[in-house]
């Protein structure tokens, strides 16, 4: 079996708060294998997107990866390398599609000029091979008369066109890694759709490895291999698309899943899960999904429970699930 592309071992990120440190993510561990898709999923607040700005070494100060992390893409310990070598990386061999593509264009340059200086960081080309090279990846992303629109501003452009133009930027130098923060976010039924075929027909035709983080388990369904769960910085489970979807083990995966609306549910309140995520910095002292759990019992509000192998492919971080395989 070969080794992961990404392997991500006890990542704890922290911030200066009340006169202390606080870790906002703690303990996480997750890997993804060449050409596969994991989809990170949560409620906002759970700490996805702070995981995938550490893994491009992009925390924001204060914040701080803690010396017990190890980041290891390729072989190599991202956390090890300097300032020049993660330059290259960035773009190069990892990219990443950032929130929100209306705010994460520069709006004073147009999009063609975006693209291209992605690929000018890493590509010693002349200008006019670069801007077909550019003109060739916005037709790639489905971007109409790439030409024509190439001198377009943001401004003159759909949302959708937006972060089409965010992916042709981040599949620049074709990255073995994507890293896709909520690419949907914001679009309508039919353009999130376009956009996930396009990540899913750019993943298979390149073989690009994908993170994908969001929230939205009709996003997961249509282009996740394997999925990990994520609550109060901490993954608490993972598995296989089917597995996850299917049959969850853990209560906070149900729950997310029994709150999607459904059609066959009309007319009916809808399934909700108690409470919020807890603030970093005051998680409870056991699990830290037992304040909002309805099966929790004593041992879940004094004891962290450690991961539990529910088949080859699943495990979840639950102390009923461990009293219910080891039954």
């Given amino acids: 079996m070969s080794a992961p592309l ?20 703690d303990k996480l561990s997750l890997t993804i294998a060449r050409g596969e898709t994991l989809a990170l999923i949560g409620e906002s607040g759970c700490g996805k997107s702070l995981t995938a700005l550490a893994i491009m070494r ?50 004073v340059t147009s999009v063609g000029d975006q693209v291209l200086e992605a690929v000018w960081l890493h590509e010693k080309i002349s200008r006019a091979a670069a801007r077909a090279r550019v003109v060739e990846l916005l037709h790639m992303v489905g971007i109409p008369d790439p030409r024509a629109r190439f001198s377009a501003y943001p401004h003159q452009l ?25 690419p949907t976010t914001a679009l309508d039924a039919t353009i999130r759709a376009q956009i996930l075929a ?10 690009t490895a994908v993170l994908l983080i969001t929230h939205d388990f009709g996003v997961v369904n249509e282009i996740a291999d394997r999925v990990a769960v994520m609550y109060a910085g901490m993954i608490v489970e993972e598995g296989t698309r089917r597995e996850l979807l299917s049959h969850p083990r ?31 910095g005051r998680w409870p002292t056991g699990c830290r999904f037992a304040p909002r759990c309805p ?15 529910v088949s080859a492919s699943q495990g979840a971080w639950c102390h009923l699930v461990e009293y219910e395989v080891h039954a």
């Fill in 295 to 309: 099966s929790a019992f004593d041992r879940c509000r004094a004891e962290l429970p450690h991961r539990t192998t």
């Fill in 198 to 207: 396009l990540l899913r027909q750019l993943s298979s035709s390149t073989g």
């Fill in 58 to 107: 992009l925390l924001p100060k204060p914040g701080r990866i803690e010396a017990s992390s190890r980041i290891e893409f390729d072989g190599r310990n991202l956390l090890e390398l300097s300032v020049p070598e993660m330059r290259t990386i960035r773009g190069g061999a990892i990219g990443m599609i950032f929130q929100e593509p209306m705010t994460s264009l520069n709006p």
């Fill in 250 to 280: 853990h209560p906070y995966a149900q729950g997310l899943l029994k709150s999607i609306p459904r059609p066959e549910a009309r007319g009916n309140r809808l399934v909700e899960i108690k409470g919020v995520v807890p603030r970093p």
């Fill in 6 to 25: 990404l392997s991500v071992e006890n990542l704890v990120l922290t911030f200066p708060a009340e006169n202390r440190r606080i870790a906002v993510v």
């Fill in 158 to 182: 759909s949302g959708g066109l937006k972060q089409r133009v965010m992916i042709a930027m981040a599949m620049a130098m074709r990255p073995r890694l994507l890293i896709a923060d909520e």
